[in-house]
């Protein structure tokens, strides 16, 4: 059998062994880790922090690139085209000092792929997992599936016997309030360890010296503190007095400042994110508006009318303070099925718009609530309050309900919003993974975050078969298909692609990661 070798990129990144330099680094950003369970919640932070402990079978790097992780080869099967094989990573120990195997794997991949598992979408095209001895897993799919190895980047391995010695073999239902013992523990093959665990104010780790990359990594961050510090003053102000030495949103409005600060240094990227509004246009009637018996974003006209009211450049320009892309479509230009010609902005025309809402017998409006995060992306409340005055133009009135994100996450998840802010970055670097979650129908394995109640079964059908299509010129125009579609039928309103501004203390030495996820390990110390 013939697999395909990955050599470990270490360039740039990896340019000093050993832990020259043992210290600890303090990190904060807005919000926290939602839970440890690794498969509970598909959420930036919560995937940030679990990077740190917990590890896949393959990873992207710093830069984007995908790199091994637990497994060290990986490909299609020759025998066989729907199997892929992955060989696992000899001698890896867990963080209580078991040993990482097949066994391992094949239960996380299992666990991940069931109902309360915020990846299933990943795993959909999976028809079985198996172990190929102690160090091999073949995950067999329903047909040959192109880009499984690309799914796999955030798919945390655990272990099965410290899984069931403490009853969390299930993952946690997260949505439905569920506490378990692996939403506040963990026991990673990761490069830090677990100490201190205190929800949404404070996690510490330490580095793990028995972990199978030292050598191969510069691990010079031996302690992490990590805090997260909604309050964007008080961030800053950590920042600035030295109690912490690592942000990674420093607001827009003091990028300035932080990057003339003594000692203090900011570094910008685009991220592979995009910020939208999603529209509930399935259901009859709806719950936050004042329109009695019918539903007005169900009419196309209204989500378009919509659409061209929101002023993009004018939330670039005040809001963001030039530090956002407007985008015209929710996928970034990091993805494979991205086009300038389908991301174009939306000229913003307030006439055009009022006479589609009195076209479709809206020429009075309507109000509706918008429920917004203030904790989760750059500006999210500011944004949606910008929203609400682009909105009133055409007659939609808008009352704004900002929260947490842990309190706004579940209202998309179990369709109680009828108009909501929402962003999505795409790890698999593919359009697959935006219609899996976002377009296709909700059910038991896809569009858990489809809140727009959006069913296309035709469409369905399209998304489905591109897990298995091996011709890449046929499944790229399949894929373009399947935008013309969301792009026609008005699904969401994209709003811009995030950029990132990372602020560090100047002997911090990283490059900024198109994910916006920090891997410690990565990182020197100057």
Same mark, same amino acid.
């Given at each position: ?145 192109? *880009? ?268 109680? *919003? ?109």
């Amino acid at each position: 059998m013939k697999l395909v070798q990955t050599l470990l990129a270490t360039t740039l990144l990896v340019g000093v062994t050993g832990t020259a330099h043992s210290e600890t680094l303090r990190w904060a950003r807005a919000g926290d880790a939602l839970t440890l369970d690794p498969h509970a919640q598909n959420e930036g932070p919560t995937s940030a922090l679990a990077h740190q402990m917990m590890e896949p079978l393959v990873m992207r790097d710093m830069t984007g690139k995908v790199v091994p992780a637990l497994a060290t080869e990986w490909g299609p099967s020759s025998s066989n085209p729907n199997d892929w094989v992955f060989k696992l990573r000899e001698g890896v120990k867990f963080h209580d000092g078991a040993e990482f195997d097949s066994e391992d794997a094949v239960f996380s991949l299992n666990r991940a792929m069931t109902k309360d598992s915020d990846y299933k979408e990943l795993l959909a095209s999976v028809k079985s997992v198996r172990a190929d001895g102690k160090y091999g897993v073949i995950i067999e799919t329903n047909g040959p599936n192109p *880009t499984m190895a690309n799914n796999l980047t955030n798919l945390f391995m655990m272990d099965k016997q410290w899984s069931e010695k403490n009853n969390v073999t299930k993952v946690q239902d997260y949505e439905g309030g569920e506490e378990t013992y692996a939403a506040r523990n963990t026991n990673g093959t990761g490069p830090y360890k677990l100490v201190s665990r205190e929800p949404d104010a404070k996690t510490v780790m330490t580095i793990n010296n028995d972990y199978w990359g030292k050598g191969e990594f510069p691990m010079q961050v031996t302690e992490i503190i990590y805090t997260p510090i909604q309050n964007q003053a008080t961030r800053v102000a950590a920042l600035l007095s030295g109690e912490v030495d690592f942000i990674q949103d420093v607001p827009v409005q003091d990028l300035a400042r932080v990057a003339a600060a003594n000692g203090l240094q900011v570094k910008t990227a685009p991220q592979n994110r995009v910020i939208f509004f999603g529209m509930n246009q399935g259901d009859a009637d709806l719950k936050a508006d004042n329109v009695e018996g019918k539903n007005p974003l169900a009419d196309k006209r209204v989500r378009m009318a919509m659409n061209m009211a929101i002023n993009r450049d004018a939330i670039k320009k005040i809001v963001m303070r030039d530090q956002s892309i407007p985008a015209g479509m929710i996928s970034p230009p990091f993805v494979n099925g991205w086009t300038s010609a389908l991301d174009a902005v939306p000229t913003t025309d307030i006439a055009k718009a009022k006479g589609l809402m009195g076209e479709a017998g809206y020429g009075d409006g309507f109000s509706i609530r918008l429920d917004c995060p203030n904790d989760r992306y750059i500006n999210d409340e500011a944004i949606c309050q910008a929203a609400v005055g682009m909105l009133a133009q055409i007659g939609v009135k808008v009352q704004l309900d900002a929260k947490p994100k842990a309190q706004h996450f579940p209202l998309i998840n179990k369709l109680e *919003t009828d108009f909501y802010m929402l962003g999505w970055g795409v790890p698999t670097y593919d359009s697959e993974y935006i219609f899996n979650f976002l377009v296709h129908t909700k059910g038991e394995k896809y569009g858990s975050w489809n809140g727009t109640r959006y069913s296309n079964p035709d469409l369905d059908k399209t998304i489905e078969a591109l897990a298995s299509e091996t011709d890449l010129a046929k499944r790229n125009g399949m894929i373009a298909n399947i935008w013309s579609a969301v792009q026609n039928d008005q699904l969401y309103i994209p709003i811009h692609h995030q950029v990132l501004n990372w602020g560090m203390a100047d002997k911090v030495d990283t490059v900024v990661a198109p994910d916006d996820t920090a891997k410690f390990k990565y990182f020197k110390l100057n």
